[in-house]
C-alpha cells in the first residue's frame, strides 16, 4: 500500500471537513518524522517530499556509503559496490537515498502511525474549533437540543459543533425538550479531556443586546445604540439606549406601538420584564430616568461615594424600589450610582401602611389593615398595648413598626 492508498483508508480522514488536502499532508509527514524519531532517534536521515495535489508524498532514506566490509549501521550505511550497482559515479562519504515505502513498516508501526494520525486529526480540528468560536464570543447563535443533563444542555448548531449551555446561563422559567431549537450568545470555549466546549449564556446582558439588534432595525443599522444593559434574568431588565438620529425618539422606536417590536424578545425571555431608558449625559436626568416608572420629586447625588439619595411622594416608593427591590437595584447598577429612596411627606399627610413594604413584611400589614389600621398615624394614634390587644403580635414587633413609622414623619 503507497501513502496516498494509506490515506484514503483512513475515513476519519476523508469525512473531515475542517482539513484541507495540503493541511493533511503536512501533517502526515509531522507523524512519519514522529515515527522515525522514536524509532531511530532522529528523523535527520530522512527526505520528506510532499506533493499536496496528488494527496501522496514520497520518504527517502539517506545512507552514507562506506568503503566495502565497513558497514557498522546497516539501517544508515551502505558499501560502495552495493551503491555502484546503482548508479556508477557514487563515491565513499556521498548519501545514497533509498525510497522507504509503507509496506516496509510492520504491523505495529501502521498502527502507530494511524493512531497519531488521528490524535493529529483531532488536535488541529479543536484547535480550528477554539480559534473560530473564540472570535465569536458575544455573538448570537442557535442549536438544536441533543441531549439534557442533570445540571447542562448540549445543543448542536449547524455546523455539527456542540454547544453547552449550563443550569446557571438559562433563565430561571426555561424548559427544553430534545429537538428545541434554542438561542443563546457565545460566552467562553473550554477544553474539557482534549475536546472543545462551547459555553453559551441566555442570562447574559449581551444576549438582550444581540436580541434587540435582531428584532429592531434601528439597533441592528447602527442608527440607535445600546449604551448599557443590566438584567436579573427572568425577572426584569433595564436597557440604556441613544439615537444619533434626533428625529427618532430610541424609546419608542425601540418599545414599538403597544410594545408590538418588544413582544418577540419579552417572550424569548421567559416574560422578562424590560424598561428601556433614554441615555443622557446629564446624570440627574438619567438616575430619574432609570428609576422608571417611579416620578422622582428630588434627589442628591455624591459624587466622591459614588451614592444618590432620591426623595419620591409616598405613593411612588412601591414603584422605585419595585417588586422584590428589582428596580431600584437595576437603576443602580444601570447609572453605577447606589441609590436610596426617602419618602417625601407633608406634616399633615397620611401615608398608606403599604408604601413601607420595603421594611414592614407583608403579613404584619395585613394584620393591621384587619383591625383598620391602614395608614401610619392610624396606628401611630394608638399605644403599644391596644394594639398588642387587637392584633396578637408582640409588642416587639409591634414598637419596630411604631419606630418605623415616626421615623418617616420625623424625617
Known amino acids: 500500500m503507497d501513502t496516498l492508498g494509506l490515506l484514503e483508508s483512513f475515513s476519519d480522514f476523508k469525512q473531515d471537513k475542517n482539513i484541507d488536502r495540503v493541511t493533511l499532508m503536512t501533517i502526515v509527514e509531522e507523524v512519519f518524522r514522529g515515527i522515525f524519531v522514536k524509532k531511530y532517534g532522529s528523523d535527520e536521515n530522512f527526505d520528506i517530499i510532499v506533493n499536496a495535489e496528488k494527496g501522496d508524498l514520497e520518504i527517502w532514506k539517506n545512507k552514507r556509503i ?214 443622557t449625559d446629564n446624570l440627574k436626568l438619567y438616575i430619574t430616568r432609570a428609576l422608571s416608572p417611579a416620578k422622582v420629586a428630588s434627589l442628591t447625588i455624591d459624587e466622591e461615594t459614588k451614592k444618590v439619595d432620591v426623595n419620591l411622594k409616598p405613593d411612588q416608593v412601591s414603584l422605585a424600589i419595585g417588586k422584590g427591590g428589582f428596580n431600584i437595584r437595576l437603576a443602580g447598577q444601570l447609572t453605577g450610582y447606589e441609590i436610596d429612596v426617602y419618602r417625601d411627606t407633608d406634616e399633615d399627610e397620611d401615608v398608606s401602611l403599604t408604601e413601607f413594604l420595603d421594611e414592614i413584611d407583608e403579613w404584619i400589614i395585613d394584620v393591621f389593615k384587619n383591625i383598620g389600621c391602614d395608614t401610619a398615624k392610624s396606628v401611630l394614634e394608638l399605644n403599644v398595648d391596644e394594639l398588642a390587644k387587637r392584633t396578637d403580635l408582640e409588642e416587639q414587633t409591634i414598637i419596630e413598626v411604631q419606630n418605623i413609622l415616626k421615623s418617616e414623619f420625623e424625617s
Request: net charge negative; glycine share 6%; with cysteine.
Open 66 to 279: 562506506v568503503p566495502n566490509g565497513e558497514i557498522d549501521d546497516k539501517e544508515f550505511e551502505i558499501e560502495l559496490s552495493e551503491a555502484l550497482k546503482i548508479e556508477p559515479d557514487f563515491e565513499i562519504g556521498e548519501d545514497f537515498p533509498e525510497q522507504v515505502f509503507i509496506e516496509d513498516f510492520d504491523r505495529r508501526s501502521i498502527l502507530a502511525l494511524r493512531q497519531s494520525l488521528i490524535s493529529k486529526i483531532k488536535e488541529y480540528d479543536n484547535n480550528i474549533i477554539c480559534a473560530k468560536y473564540s472570535d465569536r464570543i458575544g455573538e448570537l447563535i442557535s442549536g438544536d437540543v441533543h441531549h439534557i443533563r442533570h445540571r447542562e444542555i448540549i445543543l448542536m448548531d449547524d455546523q455539527d459543533n456542540e454547544l453547552v449551555l449550563s443550569k446557571e446561563e438559562q433563565i430561571p422559567s426555561d424548559f427544553f425538550r430534545k429537538g428545541d431549537t434554542v438561542r443563546a450568545v457565545i460566552k467562553d470555549v473550554k477544553v474539557r479531556m482534549g475536546k472543545p466546549l462551547i459555553m453559551i449564556s441566555r442570562v447574559s446582558p449581551e444576549f438582550l443586546s444581540r436580541l434587540f439588534e435582531l428584532e429592531i432595525p434601528e439597533v441592528s443599522d447602527g442608527i440607535i445604540v445600546i449604551k448599557n444593559v443590566k438584567r436579573i434574568p427572568g425577572e426584569k431588565a433595564k436597557v440604556a439606549v441613544e439615537s444619533f438620529d434626533d428625529r427618532i425618539d430610541p424609546v419608542g422606536a425601540c418599545v414599538g406601538i403597544k410594545g408590538s417590536r418588544i413582544h418577540s424578545i419579552v417572550r424569548e425571555l421567559g416574560n422578562e420584564n424590560i424598561d428601556v431608558v433614554n441615555y
